[in-house]
Structures are given as C-alpha cells and as structure tokens.
C-alpha cells in the first residue's frame, strides 16, 4: 500500500528523527511536578528492602533462573534509588519488576515514561526490556526491546515486529545508548489500535502504527486487522531468547493518560 505523504516526509526525514534520539543530559529529577490523577509516578525512593515492593513485584511467568530484580542505591538517575535488573541470557533466566495497570482508565490513550541506564548493546538476537500483558490478546506480551542491535516493538502472539526487521527498517529505528540514561516513552492508543514512540523526547520515525500500513515500518504489524491493545501491567527488566546478558537499571517511572515527556 502506498504511504501517505506525511508519512512519506517522515521516512525520507528518518536521518533527522533519528538524530533526534541522541543521549540528552539527565536532569536532576524527570518526575513530573506532580503525579497524573489518573496515573501514577515513581521514583523507587520510597523502597525499604532490597526486593521492590509496594506497588511492585518480581514474579516471573513459566520459569525462573539466574536474573535478579533488586533495589539498588549505588546507580540512581534521580534520587538515591533505582531497580537494577541483572540480566542473564535464555528465557528462563528473565527477571522484572513489574506493576499492575487496573487503576488506570480503560480505553483512549496511555503513556508510559521512564529512564533506563544498561551496560551492553543490544545483540543482534531478540530480547525484551518492557513488557505489558495484553488482556486483548489472550495475555500474551507487548513487548518492547531490541533486534538486530536497535530499538523494536515485538507482539508475542504473532512475533509481529515494529519496525519489520528488513535493512530498511532496521536503519528508522535507533540503538539503545549504553553506560548512560536514557529517556524512553511510549503512547498506546488503546482505542484505535495506534503506537508512538520516544527516545529523549524524539519521536522515532520506526516505531510509530498510525493505522496506515507502510513498508518496512508497520505494514506487518497491522496485517492482523483490529488490533485494540489493552495492557494489564507494566513490567520493567530483560527477557533473552538468545544470546545476550545485561545489567540495567530504571528509575522515574511516570504512567498516565497524557503525555509526560523526559
């Protein structure tokens, strides 16, 4: 199908989009001035143990190994506190912190912001570092993490990927910086089946569904008609298929039904 011209200006602006993802300076605090009503904010400073709790739990589905989800006072990006995820290769070792999104509205837009620090690229094999069970899709994941070494959506159900992993789709989307924080947001409209994606605050052109099917971007997403996602929960840490241990750490973690920004 032929794009749209606004999307046609996007792809052949790719190279300033992607620009646009640089690593920005951390700010002394991304939280917002105050918490969405109708969402919720966390900074993890409020933690007393080394297990996250509260709102947070460590639960993993079908098997569990050698990853580890824990609170950590030596890596903060605001604050003195942060989740660090060690990460470790195969399925089974996964680890997250993750919480539940039931006090959130139904339906229209959700966003979800927070920053996340890891300490080697992205391999070229699959891996998740966030993750939501969509209750549309059978709870099964939307998963967002990285394939062939850069950013990507994946929906567990078909292995849908966004962007499609071609040469071209690869190049609109973008690493994920390391040794450093990064800002990274999302907004799912969970009405009309949309997705936008942020990093630093830089729309990037690869990992937007805007419900017109384009090449290389999102044509193999939306094959499946009527996608309505409706997430459950938010789970932040590292998920292998493959190759590729990690460490990460997140803090600042802001949800809610409009846009927050780093």
Known sequence: ???????????????????????????????PAACAANGFCEDFESQTGTTPGGRWTTAVANCSGTG?????????????KSVRITGKAGYCNHAFAGTSLSGLPSGGDLYARFWVRHTTALPAQHVTFAALRDANDNGKDLRMGGQNKALQWNRESDDATLPAQSPAGVALSTPLPVNTWTCLEFRLDRTAGRLDTWVNDGLVTGLVVDGTPTQDVDQQWLNRGGWRPAPADLRLGWESYGEGDDTLWYDDVAVGTSRIGC
């Open 1 to 31: 199908m032929t794009s749209t011209p606004h999307r046609a200006l996007a792809v052949a602006a790719v190279a300033v989009a992607v620009a646009l993802t640089a690593p920005a300076a951390p700010r002394a605090s991304a939280q």
């Open 68 to 80: 580890t989800a824990t609170v950590d006072t030596t890596t903060a990006h605001g604050g003195t």
